[in-house]
C-alpha cells in the first residue's frame, strides 16, 4: 500500500489584463512595467518556443517532460520557464514528480487586446 496523499486542485488564480489597447490611451508607468516584463520575457527564442508549446498542447497544458525537446538542457529549459511564470505567462502545478504548465486563457487575450489597436491603427 502507498503512503502517498492526494492533494486537491488548486485553481488558478484569474489574471487581469495588463494594460489597455496601445492605442487607447497612453499606458501608466506601472501598465507598461507589466507589459514590458511580459515582452521581455517572450523576446528569447527559447522561452518563446517554450511558451508556444505549453499554448498549443493538447487540452491547454503540457507536462515539463512532454516541452523539453526545445534544443537545450533541462535545468536550463526549468529556468526559462520560471522565467516566464514570473512574468505572468505561464502557472504550473505539480503533480507527483512532474510540474504542468498552462497558458491562461485570459493571459492570451490580455496580449491579444494590448496589440489588437495597434493592428486596426496600421
Known amino acids: 500500500m502507498s503512503n502517498a496523499k492526494v492533494l486537491p486542485l488548486l485553481e488558478p488564480e484569474p489574471v487581469a489584463p495588463c494594460c489597455p489597447p496601445l492605442t487607447e490611451r497612453p499606458m501608466s508607468a506601472d501598465e507598461a512595467e507589466?507589459?514590458?516584463?511580459m515582452f521581455k520575457a517572450l523576446g528569447d527564442p527559447v522561452r518563446l518556443r517554450l511558451f508556444s508549446a505549453v499554448a498549443s498542447h493538447e487540452g491547454g497544458e503540457a507536462c515539463v517532460c512532454d516541452i523539453s525537446d526545445v534544443g537545450v538542457s533541462q535545468p536550463t529549459v526549468s529556468h526559462h520557464l520560471k522565467?516566464?511564470?514570473e512574468a505572468g505567462l505561464l502557472s504550473s502545478e505539480r503533480r507527483g514528480t512532474w510540474?504542468?504548465?498552462?497558458?491562461?486563457?485570459s493571459v492570451l487575450a490580455a496580449m491579444g487586446a494590448l496589440l489588437a489597436g495597434a493592428a486596426k491603427a496600421a
Open 34 to 37: 507589466v507589459a514590458a516584463r
Open 83 to 85: 522565467k516566464l511564470k
Open 99 to 105: 510540474v504542468y504548465y498552462r497558458v491562461e486563457p
